[in-house]
């Protein structure tokens, strides 16, 4: 199927890479039907609303800059996600980007969890104190020794 | 919304598990005492609204092009 998009205009899309948000994403819960799409530079993702092609948030997966990353799911997030295996749960954290990309920030507090088997999502919110909303990416990255 | 008024050390229950209790009223500062499943998220509302508004600012962003994370098999792929 064809979407328009944000990041890449006009594509072609597998209609697998479509999941459905019964509850939306926090401040935009009318936004009920998105797609997971590639980037052309891993390890980032992005999320295109499928009613505002100019709504599209830029994802990254946690584990990559915090591999001690271990959200837990509370009984109304498998309740709209669905019981199935853990593996069949994603999780990725919503990227905010500043003109300067140094202080790239990624939100470990409400990650987006997307079951890939049922093609569900929701942003779930994480109590423990850890997981704030805004995580400098590059500098925890630094401290993970990675050059 | 329900309302309801509690003195010092009454409860409410919401759904079968979940209790609420009035532990201490100090001037303006009410403390809550909140018994639920682990499997029930409890958080104050400012964290709610947090997430919300980074939702707002990172729907803002237009990166032009996405940073280059190091770490990275560097290649074509």
């Known amino acids: 199927m064809k979407i328009e998009t944000k990041p890449f205009g006009l594509i072609e899309i597998d209609e697998r890479q479509v999941m459905s948000f019964p509850q939306g994403i926090l401040g935009f819960e009318q936004h009920q039907q998105w797609a997971l799409l590639d980037s052309t530079q891993p390890p980032f993702y992005w999320l295109q609303s499928l009613s505002d092609p100019s709504l599209a948030f830029v994802l990254i997966s946690p584990s990559y800059f915090r591999p001690d990353y271990d959200p837990d799911l509370s009984a109304e997030d498998r309740a709209v996600l669905g019981t199935g295996e853990v593996d069949d749960i994603l999780q990725f954290a919503i990227v905010t980007i500043p003109e300067d990309q140094n202080n790239m920030t990624a939100n470990l507090q409400g990650p987006i969890l997307i079951n890939r088997k049922l093609h569900r999502g929701k942003q779930g919110i994480q109590t423990d104190p850890r997981w704030k909303v805004r995580h400098r990416v590059v500098d925890e990255l630094a401290s993970l020794g990675v050059r | ?77």
């Not at chain 2, 309801?4 to 809550?32: H, M, P, T, Y």
């Open chain 2, 1 to 77: 919304m329900l309302v309801l008024a509690r003195k010092l050390n009454e409860s409410i229950f919401v759904g079968d598990s979940v209790e609420i209790s009035i532990v201490e009223i100090k001037g303006d500062q009410v403390k809550l005492g909140i018994k639920a499943p682990a499997s029930v998220k409890v958080y104050r509302s400012e964290v709610y609204t947090a997430i919300q508004e980074e939702n707002r600012h990172a729907a803002r962003s237009n990166p032009v092009k996405l940073p280059q994370l190091p770490g990275l098999f560097k290649g074509d792929s």
